[in-house]
């Protein structure tokens, strides 16, 4: 005898799939990982007209070990970072004040705070100074002891939890990346300490995420 399944049990049985290799899920919020496999962040996303400015999901919980991957899926070259500020003292914006104290040294205004400045070749072959942050282009991170570590882009780092800044720099969609100096369109991090790590986007500082670590 043959059986026939009617489209709606097939239906039903295609979502029950779907529904299985997800691999999150929701409790009050936040989105927990089923598996230990990397998870993945979007962030931003939308077109030229709306883009969207977030993490999503914002809030999540992994396992002690466990990678996140954050990605960019805006259709235009809208920019974002992930960026974790645990010592507020090196916090600085995408334009921040230097001062000069010879030709070479440049000191930050504020008092301890997190600047370099962007040097461009102008015509002549001279650099040329803008007084932009590079630490908040180009993926980088602060130790404990406070060395400052230029990370590639499209990094991927091990968090040990003990540092005090660690900045994906500007991500962009894909094939957006010339855009910006020393932009990608990924950044991945992996936790190695339990607790919860809360980031913000530097370019709309509004957007902001975190992860706990379990
Ligand atoms: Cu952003």
Request: hydrophobic share 35%.
């Amino acid at each position: 005898m043959m059986i026939k399944t009617s489209p709606i049990i097939i239906t039903i049985l295609s979502l029950l799939t779907i529904t299985t290799i997800t691999t999150l899920y929701l409790h009050n919020s936040i989105a927990y990982a089923a598996t230990d496999a990397p998870l993945n962040v979007v962030s931003g996303g939308g077109n030229g007209i709306a883009p969207l400015t977030g993490f999503f999901p914002k809030d999540i919980q992994i396992n002690v070990g466990q990678s996140v991957i954050w990605t960019n899926p805006t259709t235009v070259g809208e920019p974002h970072t992930v960026t974790f500020v645990f010592d507020n003292s090196t916090r600085s914006g995408v334009v921040s004040p230097l001062s000069v104290s010879n030709t070479t040294k440049f000191t930050p205004l504020p008092p301890g705070s997190n600047n370099a400045p962007i040097l461009l070749p102008d015509k002549n072959g001279s650099n040329t100074i803008i007084a932009l942050n590079a630490r908040t282009f180009n993926p980088t991170v602060i130790d404990s002891s406070g060395n400052v570590k230029s990370l590639s882009p499209n990094a991927h780092y091990t968090m040990t939890g003990t540092e005090k800044y660690v900045n994906s720099g500007w991500f962009l969609p894909k094939g957006y990346e010339q855009e910006f100096p020393g932009s990608g369109n990924t950044f991945t991090v992996t936790f190695e300490k339990p607790g919860t790590y809360k980031y913000l986007c530097i370019v709309h500082p509004w957007m902001t995420g975190s992860v706990t670590v379990k």
